[in-house]
């Protein structure tokens, strides 16, 4: 890959935003075009415009690139033809549609459009096939530009720790409890007054989110649509006073008998994107560890550079069939690296080049249908 | 009641131990007259030998008392014979039937003979019944000495939640996830290393007890002995950053069908203690609150003195029937004020006045059965 | 005392505001009358407008009373002659004036008049003589409305530990270092993730805000305004993951030289409320604690009902002369405890009755003189 | 450099110890040898041995380790000659002469011979000149064995800060506040009933230590002695709830006049180890930070791999000249990697070269001076 795929990044300044800029800083495929924000930072430098909130320091190619306004590309308009969004799902409904139709690959982290029957709602190692869903785009005929999602951040551990279970013995009933860091609620998000030395058991539209979202990424490509698996679930979401890294107690009814040694296994093996040389792919997506007391947030929340999920304490559950505890990342592998991946993946598929659409017309009207509109 | 009972206490000194003291200060049945912990301890003023950790100051005239070594009462030792324990489980093996055996009642917060047969482990407003097993032990029919529990501190938020749903609906399937306070932990108990923007997603030998206490409180006394409820229990048990008060996120499956109203109708009527004027009981034991992100520890752990047990969050669960939040201060219903309010419950029924065994012979052998050793 | 003063509530639903209703309730002065919040609340009951973030319950008579527009008192309009305010400053200096143009006794808790010279700055234990400077008001001659004050949350438990020093000793040099609680910052207030696992060591205006009132708390009514205290002092101020309570590090200079033990005494013996029975007043406003390790946050703010400072660790200074900590409760002792007390001092000295103003004509302009821009 | 030095690690298991291990992963100039730990580890694997609480992975070759007893090298064993030592006060006391007397460069991290006259209190950047005191130790004249120190992880911070301003101003008064994080007390060290929600003003010793420390660092090699700084200092020093990083308030009195201009230049042009390439060394070790609430312990405490010290907020004092606020990684810079920069600086300078002591005879006997004495 001789020169680099410049990219655009939507909502540049908040905590996705920001998380984006730091993982791409080296990215061996992709390069930081062009910087997006609210009116409010339009004009300004990014240095100037954003309270950058991560622990290493802020590119000096990117503190002095200006922020542009958030317009897709025209004639008028240098703005990259892929572009990484970190919208608030309200924004995003309305924006991302226009840059696809401006013929835009917008590989986004909002929760606007991942339940849409034509957006695909994607984990590479988990059901790269969706992609397909591309093509029902509208946009997509006309001008190229699509839009493909990834889950909610607490969604994505506990998908990845389900995938390889449901394809070799098959899940019919999901229990989650999540406890989930702070850093989710982006910034200012979570008031230090409500979670300090406390736990709050509700964060809006999450357990929805998450119960839905799951379905649909363990659910089957069938035609033009995904059908989702046919598991029942339930999920209990609570914040706690952590900085990064969600955890999730979990228990499984499988439909297939499976041993403690086949479990173990079953993650150990489970190794779908090798071979493929994703830059931001871990080797082993999912880590089992054998201390009883882990996982835990501080201390294995970074393995795989934060795009591994842990999991731990296997034992036999007294309702269902297995209990266990995973724990991921929620602004690395749970949203900006999540985005990232789908933005490789979609590269080594060739669906970043330009001028690969089909022929139909068709535009995103901006009024996304009912399902979409999911928060 | 003219004058108040004289009360002693094991492990004085520790985290359950000051709780005592904070509790019985002013209580009108109650009045501490005797310390007794570990012979580092012994000999020394209270104020020397505790690290008192608590936010009310430590009471002047408790300060004062000399702690006393950990022997029961006998010719040449003034120990009372009503003896409240909060010693660890091992030391709790071995010291309380020497105080059941030298005529004392011992109600006890430890988990060491929780599970025994003939040992009743009971919260009054759920199995007072239960208490009839004090006559199934060996030294009761000697010198009317005998042991009482109350369940760990996870165990009881769950119970009086569930209790009044069984009475009215039956209870087929549990499922709970806890989020504990350090303070359960008692002290110096969990390193601020471990949970410092962490979570642990383990707690040596918690699940195990929650799930076997949880059926036994809510089991049947049949004969001589309790049957435990015939229901599947399933518990997550993790460690959060809180000083006080457990959260539990719970799913049940009942036997009959219940509806929304009248699940709330269920727990605002469950008042069994109604009459009994104990002076630790709370008027409304189980308290609905409706804001959807409560309860909350440093919210809500306190209501009714710390002794009532906050339920919230009730809505349809995708695997069992209903799902809720529960949240219980884990060292004052959950430990302290269990313990005290086992004593009020014993006293209303006349079973701390001495010279009241049954003639039967017999002691406990200081061999517990296999069952008792459950930790 | 036989019917108690009705009292009025400026900004009712903020964080001062609903600790002015917890603090007051059962109070047997003062009875709350009327409450006032912003236009988003006016009109709805008090229970729909607040978000209710104490631990004690909000009590139902306020609950239901109905929150009225932020008018003075006018014939259309029964807001109570007395009036709690915890406005932020902004707001308040425009909108206290008002009220003491109305004739109000407005008792606040806000910054914006502070360091006016004829509003005085008070703590009861401190300088209860410099509510003198009402008389120099312009509003009080005409309306006999007029304005008092209390210090920043950081400034008071430092003054409590000074006063009594600078008595018997004098003081030259004042350097502290704060570890403020992030309730001091309101609510939503301090990000979590700007706290959790942190150290924020700015707070904007805190250094110079108490420097400023320090200093003017320790000055001296000389003919119609304060003489600061002619000491040098410096503040180093840091927010830290404490709910309530500040801690700060103390090293003063004394004039006259001092043992510990005179030191100590000096501290035990000032109690110069003793005999007025002002019902918020702790009996021992200041504290010694001698264990090594105290004061601390979570154990000792509430010393006093959250109204007494604590000091301990007194030892030799290498810089100055003495250094110690001191530890008050922010939100009690450094606000709505302090506005309660001063209007308690007011009322004692006859000063909260109608009708007592001089007869000199003049209002508050509204446009504080440049003194007053303090935030 | 061809091959790479043997290392062994004293204390291996330990929180410092395991530093060692993580920073010493690829080290360019050691590798570690040899692994002793107290006798209830020895013998066993190091995976066995220690309970690895750092968020990067145990390397396995270190893993698969056996550790051995803590004995100086001899016939029978290969204990190597370069040793790190991480023990705690008490034992490296006795510990460690053994091992200089044994001919082994002991590199230590403890406090218990820092303050002795005849050994080096050593930070690279500061002092390397007082190195010298390695030639008064009596082992050195016998076996070529010395004992280097590095200060405690509080004072690191201060003097970085301090050292430039010293050479080019001179400092007559130092005031300085420390905020610490919990790590510093090692593991289990400080209980979450202790520190969460709160902050515990007292770690026994530290201000002593960090007073004379900071003064031997700044003083003057004088012949066969360092003569310290002659400032006065005084120290308050906190503990709060941070995982990593010490926050220190600082106020200065310096010798001559300094402008805000003239204090930033110094700490930009501070560069002492420039061209020396110690692989630890971080390029900026005094790096300035400019925004109003910065440093930060979560934000800024990684700044050159964790050995670089940030400043800030450096404004006028009312009572000495400036002040400003310092942060440094407390287990990096404050103690492990100052270890091993004190290695790096050892190994540049030939001194880790077997075969170079004097001729005069001599051992350490085990019984420090009374100097040494200081914990």
Sequence with gaps: MKSKHPIGILGATGAVGQRYIQLLENHP?????????????????????????????????????????????????DAPKIIFAALDAAIAREMEPKFANAGCAVVSNSSAYRMAPN????????????????????????????????PNCSTIGLVMALKPLEERFGIEQIFVTTMQAVSGAGYP??????????????????EEKMEAETLKLLGKLEGHAVTPLAARITAHCNRVAVEDGHMESVSIK?????????????????????????????????????????????????????????????????????????????????????TILNAELLASLGKLEPGSPATDRGRWSGEPVAAAAHA
Excluded at 30 to 59: C, Q
Excluded at 127 to 147: D, F, K, V
Excluded at 199 to 206: D, F, L, N, T
């Design 254 to 338: 499988l439909k297939k008998r499976a041993t403690h040694e086949e479990l173990l296994a079953t993650w150990a093996e489970f190794r779908p994107l090798a071979g493929q040389h994703l830059p931001t792919a871990p080797d082993q997506p999912v880590q089992w560890t054998a201390q009883p007391d882990r996982p835990q947030p501080r201390l294995d929340r970074n393995r795989g550079n934060g795009m591994a999920v842990t999991v731990g304490r296997l034992r036999p559950c007294g309702v269902l069939d297995w209990k266990f505890t995973v724990l991921s990342h929620n602004t690395i592998r749970g949203a900006a690296g999540a």
């Design 29 to 77: 495929w992709f390069e930081i075009a062009w910087l997006a924000a609210s009116d409010r930072s339009s004009g300004k430098s990014y240095a100037e415009a954003v309270k950058w909130r991560l622990d290493t320091p802020l590119p000096e190619r990117i503190a002095r690139m200006t922020v542009s306004p958030a317009e897709p590309p025209s004639a008028s308009n």
């Design 119 to 150: 957006v695909p709602l994607v984990i590479p190692e988990i059901n790269a096939e969706h992609l397909h869903l591309i093509e029902e785009q509208p946009s997509r005929r006309e001008t190229g530009g699509y839009m493909v999602t990834n």
């Design 189 to 206: 998000g979570v008031p230090s007054m409500d979670i300090l030395g406390n736990v709050v058991p509700y964060i809006a539209s999450e």
